[in-house]
Each structure stands twice: as C-alpha cells, then as structure tokens.
C-alpha cells in the first residue's frame, strides 16, 4: 500500500484528465476509465473487506514493551530511535480460543498490511488516506483538463482544494493521531503542514518558493524509511546475542590460527549471520549489506 499511495494521486489525476479533457478521443476516456475505475476499486475492496465483512475486527492493540539494553547495540543512540521508530501497539486476537485465533490469524494475514501502521479504533484510517488521495488527484485531473481560456481560474480553485485537502489531513492527523509510530505521526503532520504551505505560496505567485517547499516535502516523506532502517541496525537480534555468547564461550578453544580467520571473515560478515553450504549468494549479499550499514551507523555514533 505504500507504493499505490505514491502513485494514487498522480494515476486518478491522469485518469480525470483524460475523461473530462474535451481536447481527447473516445480511446482516451476509455483508457481513463478503465485505469481510474481499476485503481479505485482496489481500495474500495480492501475497504469492505476490513471495514464491513470483519467488522467488529477480531484483532485489538495491546501495548509493546520496552526494548531492553542488551538488545541495542548503541543505548543513546537505540533510546531516541526507539522513542521515534519503535512501535508503541501490537494486533492481537481480541478474543482468545483456537476460533478467535483462527480468526485473528486470517485477518491479520491477509489485510494485516493496511491498518497493522494504526492504532487500536483507528484501523479504517487508512481508507482515509486512500479518500484525501483519491480527491486530490481529481482536484489536479479536473484542473488541468479545462480549456487554455479558464486555465488560470482553474488553477485559482484547484490549489485552493488542495490546500483545503490538506489543512483537513493535518487536522485529522494532530486529533485522532491514528499512527502506531511516532515518526510517521510526525512526518504525515508535517508533510501536510508543508502542502498547506505551498498551496498557500503558489496562491500568492510565490512560484519557485513553492517548489522548494514542495521538494523538502517529497524529501521528508522518505523520512520514515531511512529511520526504520536505522532502528533495525541498532536492534540485536535474538540469534545475534546467543551467537555473542557462544563465540565468548568458545573462542579461550581456538588455535591463533581459527581466531585469526575468524577475525577477517568478521569484517565481511555480521556476527549474526551462520555460514552453511545450504545459503545461497543473495543471502550473502544481504548479511554484507547490513553489515555495510552497521559499521557507518557505529562510525556515525561514535562521533
């Protein structure tokens, strides 16, 4: 769902254009119809199912725990991303039994990935999402699919929309703060508070500023991903501590030798990561690549 709520708005706009756009053909508005219907319709699904069919939903957030310090790699550093990335509820079976498990279990698999992001009474806000998306992206079609004449009318009360469209996310957002982590709470309030604001700047003929503020709110957007990446190389996991262990138990054992093997397979690969004939090359990749990452976060904390 993250992808198609990347691609909605400009996917809807296009598809409005082409339908109410008096300059295209009958292929064009056919094209529109069948890519709009096709893409609203997907939500509109998911919607029923989740909303309608299962509702009351057989899940219900309890509180997570707190991550102890011998699961962080870095304490300061492991605290505040947790504070911001670290998910403060968790779905589970609202009621307990092999048939609410069962339950529980279905919904969770199959639709968990749209509303696992929000908190407990909140799991239809991501038909939220999907609606303020949906008209913004119409706002945007029906603007730009009117004649050279009312253009600049048309672009008047489309950004006035838009804006509006906006200001109603971030209010929605700071009262219900449906999000289960604090930094998408954050990045979705202020990533609309920046769409309010260059609505308002290209109201007002401020152009290029309205670009710019545009651009550092594409940029934040991205935000949310690069620190879940950060919390995940900071958090040890389960199989990395007993290898820990192990390797302190055992290493008093080894020949100079092993140990100075070791010592250089350890700059390629995590300590986590078991060696077997049975891996194949992209889970080697994989281990190097977070291990990669690992060492510029250690280098990065350090300073």
Request: charge should be positive; charged fraction near 15%.
């Amino acid at each position: 769902m993250v992808f198609y709520g990347f691609l909605q708005e400009p996917t809807v706009g296009a598809a409005v254009a082409c339908i109410a756009s008096s300059d295209t053909g009958v292929a064009a508005v056919v094209l529109g119809t069948v890519v709009g219907g096709t893409w609203l319709a997907l939500p509109c699904v998911f919607v029923w199912h989740v909303c309608v069919r299962h509702s009351p939903l057989p899940l219900a957030t309890i509180p997570t725990r707190r991550v102890r310090s011998t699961q962080l790699r870095w304490e300061r550093v492991g605290r505040m991303l947790e504070w911001l990335c670290a998910e403060r509820e968790e779905w589970v079976a609202a009621v307990g039994g092999a048939t609410g498990n069962a339950a529980a279990r279905l919904v969770k698999v199959r639709f968990g990935a749209l509303f696992e992001a929000f908190r407990g009474g909140t799991h239809w806000y991501f038909a939220v999402d999907v609606l303020l998306g949906a008209l913004t992206g119409v706002v945007i079609g029906a603007a730009e699919s009117v004649d050279s004449a009312d253009a600049c009318a048309a672009a008047v009360w489309g950004t006035s929309c838009v804006l509006a469209i906006a200001a109603l996310s971030v209010v929605l957002c700071v009262v219900l703060r449906p999000h289960v982590v604090r930094c998408e709470l954050l990045v979705a309030v202020c990533v609309s508070a920046l769409a309010v604001v260059a609505a308002g700047l290209q109201l007002a003929g401020e152009m290029s500023a309205s670009a710019a503020v545009s651009l550092a709110a594409s940029v934040l957007a991205l935000l949310p991903f690069v620190a879940r990446l950060a919390w995940r190389a900071c958090k040890l996991e389960p199989s990395a501590r007993r290898h820990v262990v192990g390797d302190a138990t055992s290493s008093a054992k080894r020949t100079p030798h092993a140990a100075s093997a070791d010592a250089s397979v350890l700059h390629v690969l995590p300590s986590n990561f078991l060696v077997t004939p049975a891996r194949p090359a992209a889970f080697l990749a994989a281990a190097q690549q977070e291990e990669m990452l690992r060492l510029l976060l250690d280098c990065i904390c350090r300073r």
